[in-house]
């Protein structure tokens, strides 16, 4: 029997899966020598959710928010945005193709991609104090069907090594982490070796065309399940792009 192909970004995934509502998210991650700040712009369902951080390396102080609902922080493919009364973030992001995974959650899928060591340049205010802003950033871009209950943990990052060259890593435990074609990856100099620590548990299947699409010019595609396309009810929009 022919199985459907998944519903993956760029395209709009459905806004649920049966019972289970889409979540999704962009997440950006600046690793800086005066600064490292988060933007983050959330959604489960029809709700909405913005949040950001700044630590401040010279103060020794963390200035962050959370919001339910619209906020102020813009999150579109290039640019990283914050209008707060106290803190303004203006960022241009040079984004790469990144790696994709598509891996299982119970009985349903979760589509991911992953950049490291994005350049980010642009301009921070805390309280009207202007930092300028040339670093190495790390952008998380998530739409899947989670199980209700769904525990991991996440370290990821940015910086340079003592030669000079660039590094950046995604590790991860819990979700998208089969031994092969998972979401972690580190970065040297921009290629993304996937380094598939041994000893998980194995969750991936063997992969058919139901399970892969076009991808962008120089990603790294990585497909670790196979599956019949979720019903579709309410599209979604991608969750490449996001204003809270």
């Not at 192909?5 to 649920?16: A, C, G, R």
């Not at 933007?39 to 959370?66: C, K, N, P, S």
């Not at 952008?139 to 990821?156: F, K, L, V």
């Not at 595609?221 to 979720?230: L, V």
Request: a positive charge.
């Amino acid at each position: 029997m022919a199985i459907a192909p998944l519903i993956l970004p760029p395209s709009s995934m459905p806004s649920h899966d049966g019972l289970r509502p889409l979540k999704a998210w962009r997440y950006v991650g600046v690793f800086g020598p005066e600064l490292m700040l988060c933007l983050g712009a959330v959604r489960i369902g029809r709700a909405r959710q913005a949040f950001w951080a700044v630590w401040d390396r010279r103060a020794q102080r963390l200035h962050e928010r959370t919001v339910l609902g619209p906020g102020r922080v813009t999150l579109t493919r290039g640019a990283a945005r914050l209008l707060d009364p106290d803190v303004q973030i203006d960022l241009e992001l040079e984004e790469t193709a990144g790696i994709e995974a598509v891996c299982p959650t119970g009985q349903s899928y979760a589509w991911t991609r992953k950049q490291g060591g994005v350049r980010a340049r642009g301009r921070v205010m805390i309280g009207g104090d202007p930092v300028t802003i040339d670093a190495l950033a790390v952008i998380d871009d998530t739409a899947a069907y989670y199980e209700r209950h769904t525990r991991w943990r996440w370290s990821a990052g940015a910086g340079r090594a003592e030669d000079g060259r660039t590094l950046a890593w995604n590790l991860v435990a819990g979700v998208n982490d089969a031994p092969e074609n998972s979401e972690r990856t580190i970065w040297i100099d921009g290629e993304p070796p996937n380094p598939d620590p041994a000893g998980s548990p194995m969750i991936s299947a063997e992969s058919t065309d139901s399970a892969s699409r076009r991808r962008p010019r120089g990603s790294a595609a990585r497909t670790c399940c196979s599956y019949a396309a979720p019903t579709a009810s309410r599209s979604a929009p991608s969750p490449v792009s996001y204003t809270a």
